[in-house]
C-alpha cells in the first residue's frame, strides 16, 4: 500500500467523519474511522478503544477480525500501543515488531502476538477533546516499511474530526456525557458482536463477510445497526438471511 499522497481523501473523510447529521449512531461513526484509516494507504488494519468513565480501557471496534482479536490481546494483557495511546492522550510514533528493536521491549507479550499475526509495525494516536482522552485509534500495518509520518498525520487528522462530531451536537457536550454515549457504544458492540457470530454460522461464512452484510441490510434500509443486530440476537432472521431462500 501506498502512502497518502495528496489531501484529498483526508478532507473528504474528515468532513464526512466531522458532519454526521443530528442523532447519528456513535458505533457507526467510529466503524467508519477505521474504514476511512486503511484506506488512506499503508495501513492495513485499524481499532478504537476507548476509556470508560473509571478510566478503563475497552475495545469498541476493528476493521476487520483479525484486528479485534488483537485489540482485545491488548486489554487482557493490559499493554500495547491502543492503551499506551488512550492513558497519555499522546500519539505513539510507529514501532516495528521485531525481536531486535523496541516494540518487544515495549510490550514483551503484545509484540509477540500482533507479529503472529502477520503484522510488521504499529502505531496509535489519541481521540480526544482538548486535553482530555476518550480512547485511542490502533494502526497495523503490514511489510517492510514502518507506517509513514504523513500516514500518521492523517490518522490524527481523522481521530480529531470523529473526536469534533462526538463533541458537538446542537450544543456543545460535557466530556462526561460523550463518555456515556461511548460507554453506550460499547455496550451495542457487545450485541453487534453475538449477532456477527451468529449470522456467521447461519450463512456458513466468516465473521468479516457477516458484519459486512449485517451493515450493508441496515445502511440500505436506514435501520441502526444496533436495531438490526438486536433482531438477530433474537433469532429473528430477515428472509435474505435465510440461506434456504
Known amino acids: 500500500m501506498s502512502a497518502v499522497t495528496n489531501d484529498f481523501p483526508v478532507a473528504q473523510a474528515v468532513l464526512d467523519l466531522s458532519s454526521r447529521p443530528d442523532g447519528f449512531d456513535v458505533l457507526e461513526l467510529l466503524h467508519d474511522l477505521t ?5 488512506l494507504g499503508q495501513v492495513h488494519s485499524a481499532g478504537v478503544t476507548i476509556l470508560d468513565e473509571t478510566g478503563r480501557v475497552d475495545y469498541l471496534t476493528a476493521s476487520d477480525e483479525v484486528c479485534a482479536r488483537l485489540e482485545e490481546a491488548q486489554l487482557d494483557l493490559d ?6 495511546s488512550a492513558r ?5 510514533p510507529p514501532l ?45 500495518q503490514k511489510g517492510s516499511s ?7 498525520h492523517a490518522a490524527q487528522l481523522l481521530a480529531d474530526a470523529t473526536a469534533v462530531r462526538l463533541h458537538h451536537r446542537q450544543t456543545l457536550l460535557a466530556s462526561d456525557e460523550v463518555v456515556n454515549q461511548l460507554t453506550t457504544a460499547l455496550q451495542s458492540r457487545i450485541v453487534i458482536e453475538q449477532a456477527k457470530g451468529m449470522l456467521a454460522q447461519r450463512l456458513g461464512i466468516d465473521v468479516d463477510a457477516a458484519f459486512k452484510i449485517l451493515r ?3 445502511r440500505s434500509r436506514q435501520l441502526r445497526l444496533i436495531d438490526v443486530a438486536r433482531r438477530i440476537t433474537r433469532r429473528d432472521f430477515p428472509a435474505e438471511f435465510d440461506r434456504t431462500n
Open 88 to 92: 497519555s492522550g499522546e500519539v505513539l
Open 35 to 39: 474504514a476511512y484509516t486503511v484506506r
Open 96 to 140: 516495528l515488531l521485531h525481536p531486535a528493536v523496541g516494540a518487544f521491549e515495549h510490550w514483551p507479550l503484545f509484540a509477540p502476538r500482533a507479529l503472529a499475526e502477520g503484522y510488521s509495525s504499529v502505531a496509535a494516536v489519541p481521540l480526544r477533546i482538548s486535553e482530555n482522552s476518550l480512547g485511542s485509534l490502533n494502526l497495523l
Open 216 to 218: 450493508g441490510h441496515a
Open 146 to 152: 514502518p507506517i509513514s509520518a504523513t500516514n500518521l
Open 79 to 84: 499493554e500495547g500501543p491502543c492503551v499506551d
